[in-house]
């Protein structure tokens, strides 16, 4: 089975309001997470990025600080069908060990994974991130947040 580890913020959340003035086109959506945290996303990203776990390309499981909270977030501001996606690790379990919580966890879960992998996460543009990249493991680095073209990519890889 591939996977997909998905990250919130800088991912599909636009966090940053003067980003969004970056996109050129595109509908955004803005609103408040339960936790208070405002948040803006484009839905038409967002439904073709679950797309790719409903047609099963790839199963859906979140890397991301909001761990648990993710399905509610999804779910809730979202306004998506119920999902109860797997976290794939946490801050608490990783933080001591490792300057980047995710990439323990990826180092010991996924690098050698028995499929793909699609790793998206805005922090791997940062000039000091390993790269896992290989014919089995896409790094996604979404700048200012995913794209379009980043989709594209994702789906070549996943039905290649
Ligand atoms: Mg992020």
Known sequence: ?????????????????????????????????????????????????????????????WLTTWEDEADILLQGLFNRPERSFEVAGRQDDHSAYHWWWKELVVKDNYADYDGKVVWIDDELNYSNRDDYSSDTFLQVKPYPCLTSDDLDNIERFLTS
Do not use: C, Y
Request: hydrophobic content about 45%; aromatic content about 12%; charged content about 25%.
């Open 1 to 61: 089975m591939n996977v997909m580890l998905v990250d919130i913020d800088g991912v599909f959340n636009n966090f940053v309001r003067p980003k969004i003035d970056l996109f050129l086109g595109g509908e955004f959506s803005v609103g408040k997470a339960h936790t208070g945290h405002e948040i803006a996303w484009q839905p038409e990203i967002l439904d073709r990025l679950l797309s790719f776990h409903d047609r099963g390309l790839a199963e859906w499981r």
